[in-house]
C-alpha cells in the first residue's frame, strides 16, 4: 500500500525567494508527524500544500497514492481536517453550525449530521446542550480551538492538519488540551500533521517529529530519540528545554 | 396644497429613490464581485464613481440631457444619474466589506472544502452585510436628498414644490417639499440603521 502522502523534491518559491527546498518526506497511516521550526522555516507553507491551499513550484506531492495535482482540491479538502490558531471557526454560525459545516456541504442528512455534532462536541469535553447553540464570540480561547478541533473531524477525514492550534492559549490550558488531543488522536485512530514552535509540545504529541531550518527538513526523528540529535537546529531547540526558558511562546 | 397632496409627492419621490438605489444595487452587487479578484480594475473602477460622486448634480442632470436615448427631459435621465450617484457608496463599501472577511476565516472556509461561490454567499457576503448596508444606507439618504434636484429635469418628486416655492417666492410651497423630503431621510437612515444591527452577527 502506498503511504498517505509522499513529498518528492518539493521546493515553493516566492517571488524568487526560497520557502521550501528539496524536501523529501512520507507520512503514514496514523501517525502524528509534528513540524518544529522556528518563525519562516517553511513549516506552514509545508502544512498547506497538502490540502492544496498553496501549489508547489517543483516536485510532486501524492495523498493516497494519487498525485495532489490529480485531486479535485474541494474532495481532497473534504477528506482533510484543518485546524489553526484562531480557530478559523465563522463568527456568523453557532457552534453547531460550525461543526456540522463539512457534514451539510457533504449533504447528510439533518438528523445524521446533528447526532454527529453532538457526539464531537462531547468528544472535546463540551457538553452540546450548553454550547451548540452558543457563537464564538462566547467561547473562551480553549473552547474555540475544542470547537474547531471538533470541526475538523466532523466529516471523518483520514487526515487532520493543525498549525500551532494551541499557542494562543494560556500555559494550563494549552497543557489540557495537548494532553486531550493526543487521546483524541489515538481513540479517533487519525492521522495527523502538527505544525508548532514549541518543543515542549512536539515531544508530547509527536509519535515523530521533523526539524524544519530554512525550508528544509533537518532531521526527522522519533521523539525519544530526539534528546540525542546531533543537528544544530534540533541542538538549539533542546537548548531551550535545559535553560528551563520556555519554548513555547 | 392639501396634505394628500404632499402624500401623494412624497410617495412619487420614494418610488423614484426606491428605483434609483434598486438599480444601483442591481449593478453594484456583480461589479463588485468582479472588482474582488482585479486589485488593478477595481482601483479604476472606484476612481471612475468617485469622480462621478465629484460632479454637482444639477450638473450631471445637464450634462445627461443632451444624450440620445439616455436623456432628455422626465424621470429616466433622474434615474440615470441618481444611479450613478447612489453607484460609489455601495460597490465600494461592498468590495471594502467582503475584502475586510478575517483572513483566517477565508482560509479555513477554504480549507474546509466550500466552492468559491459557498465561501462568497455563505461566509464572505454574510460578514461583510453590516458594512454593505452601511453603504446602501449612505446612498439612499443622499439619493433622497438629490433627488429633489431631479425635478429640475423633470423628474418630479418633492422638488417640483421646492422649484415651485423659489420661482413663486412662496415658503410655504419650498417647505412643503423640503421638510417631508428631510422626515424620509431621516425614517430611512433609522430603518437602515435598524436592519444593519439586525443583521449583525
Known amino acids: 500500500m502506498p503511504p498517505l502522502i509522499e513529498f518528492r523534491q518539493v521546493a515553493y518559491q516566492v517571488s524568487g525567494r526560497d520557502i521550501l527546498r528539496g524536501v523529501n518526506l512520507t507520512i503514514e497511516d496514523h501517525e502524528t508527524l509534528v513540524l518544529l521550526g522556528r518563525s519562516g522555516s517553511g513549516k506552514t507553507t509545508l502544512l498547506k500544500m497538502i490540502n492544496r491551499l498553496l501549489e508547489p513550484s517543483q516536485g510532486t506531492i501524492t495523498f493516497q497514492g494519487k498525485a495532489l495535482s490529480d485531486w479535485d482540491p474541494i474532495r481532497l479538502r473534504r477528506s482533510i481536517g484543518y485546524v489553526i490558531q484562531d480557530g478559523g471557526l465563522f463568527p456568523h454560525h453557532t457552534v453547531e453550525q460550525n461543526v456540522g459545516l463539512v457534514p451539510r456541504l457533504e449533504n447528510w442528512a439533518a438528523e445524521k449530521t446533528q447526532a454527529r455534532v453532538k457526539e464531537l462536541l462531547e468528544a472535546v469535553g463540551l457538553a452540546a446542550s450548553t454550547y451548540a447553540s452558543r457563537y464564538p464570540r462566547q467561547l473562551s480561547g480553549g473552547e474555540k480551538q475544542r470547537v474547531g478541533i471538533a470541526r475538523a473531524l466532523a466529516a471523518d477525514p483520514v487526515l487532520l492538519l493543525l498549525d500551532e492550534p494551541f499557542s494562543a492559549l494560556d500555559p494550563v490550558t494549552r497543557f489540557g488540551m495537548q494532553k486531550h488531543f493526543a487521546e483524541l488522536t489515538k481513540s479517533f485512530g487519525k492521522t495527523a500533521i502538527f505544525v508548532t514552535h514549541d518543543i515542549r509540545e512536539a515531544l508530547m504529541l509527536g509519535t515523530r517529529i521533523a526539524v524544519l531550518k530554512d525550508g528544509q527538513i533537518e532531521l526527522i526523528v522519533p521523539p525519544n530519540e530526539f534528546s540525542k540529535a546531533e543537528t544544530p537546529e534540533a541542538k538549539a531547540f533542546l537548548a531551550t528545554l535545559e535553560s528551563g526558558a520556555h519554548a513555547g511562546v | ?201
Open chain 2, 1 to 201: 396644497m392639501r396634505a394628500s397632496e404632499i402624500f401623494e409627492v412624497s410617495m412619487e419621490h420614494l418610488l423614484l429613490v426606491g428605483i434609483s438605489v434598486g438599480v444601483a444595487l442591481a449593478i453594484a452587487t456583480p461589479l463588485a464581485i468582479l472588482l474582488l479578484t482585479r486589485a488593478r480594475l477595481r482601483r479604476w473602477t472606484l476612481a471612475a464613481v468617485n469622480v462621478i460622486q465629484t460632479i454637482p448634480s444639477l450638473a450631471l442632470f445637464g450634462l445627461l440631457l443632451p444624450i440620445p436615448f439616455i436623456g432628455g427631459v422626465g424621470k429616466q435621465t433622474a434615474i440615470i444619474a441618481l444611479v450613478l450617484y447612489a453607484l460609489l457608496p455601495i460597490v465600494r463599501n461592498m468590495v471594502v466589506g467582503i475584502l475586510g472577511v478575517d483572513a483566517g476565516v477565508r482560509e479555513s472556509a477554504v480549507a474546509m472544502g466550500m466552492t468559491g461561490s459557498q465561501v462568497l454567499w455563505q461566509v464572505e457576503v454574510p460578514l461583510a452585510i453590516p458594512t454593505i448596508l452601511a453603504g446602501v444606507r449612505i446612498a439612499t439618504v443622499s439619493t433622497i436628498g438629490t433627488a429633489t434636484i431631479a425635478a429640475a429635469i423633470g423628474g418630479g418628486g418633492l422638488g417640483t414644490f421646492v422649484f415651485r416655492g423659489i420661482a413663486s417666492a412662496n415658503m410655504t410651497t419650498v417647505l412643503a417639499g423640503a421638510i417631508p423630503a428631510a422626515l424620509l431621510a431621516i425614517i430611512a437612515d433609522e430603518v437602515l440603521e435598524w436592519l444593519e444591527r439586525r443583521l449583525s452577527y
